[in-house]
């Protein structure tokens, strides 16, 4: 079974900075399309970035929620199988609970407009708790 154990999360004040860090196993994989979301009480679950691997061409491509563009960064250790979120400038507006979420697959790949606007992820991880304080 695919495993996703996340870390990282806290407390900070704001404009501040955390690392997420979300490591895969269970799994082998060649191309991939991971993201990251966030839920805040009562708020729908938001996409924050998301990072699709196309392993034939050797092509990553990263997206964002306009929200956190510039702020936010996602990533990915293929040595490692870990998928990471940078947040600098942070806000108290992104205090939530942060999920990794992934799709992995041994044949083919996804469309990089697939990866961006999905949802619905196969595996996910159990959240961490992201507070920032003005």
């Known amino acids: 079974q695919v495993h996703l154990v996340e870390s990282g999360g806290g407390s900070v004040q704001a404009g501040g900075s955390l690392r997420l860090s979300c490591v895969v196993s269970?799994?082998?994989?060649?191309?991939?399309?991971m993201g990251w979301f966030r839920q805040a009480p009562g708020k729908d679950r938001e996409r924050v970035a998301a990072?699709?691997?196309?392993?034939?061409?050797?092509?990553?491509?990263?997206y964002y929620a306009d929200s956190v563009k510039g702020r936010f960064t996602i990533s990915k250790d293929g040595a490692k199988n870990t998928l990471y979120l940078q947040m600098n400038e942070l806000k108290p507006e992104d205090t939530a609970v942060y999920y990794c979420?992934?799709?992995?697959?041994?044949?083919?790949?996804?469309?990089?407009?697939?990866?961006?606007?999905?949802?619905?992820?196969?595996?996910w991880g159990q959240g961490t708790q992201v507070t920032v304080s003005s």
């Open positions: 990072i699709n691997y196309i392993s034939l061409i050797a092509e990553t491509s990263t």
């Open positions: 979420a992934a799709d992995l697959v041994l044949s083919g790949h996804f469309q990089d407009s697939t990866c961006r606007g999905r949802a619905d992820f196969d595996y």
């Open positions: 269970g799994y082998a994989y060649t191309s991939y399309c």
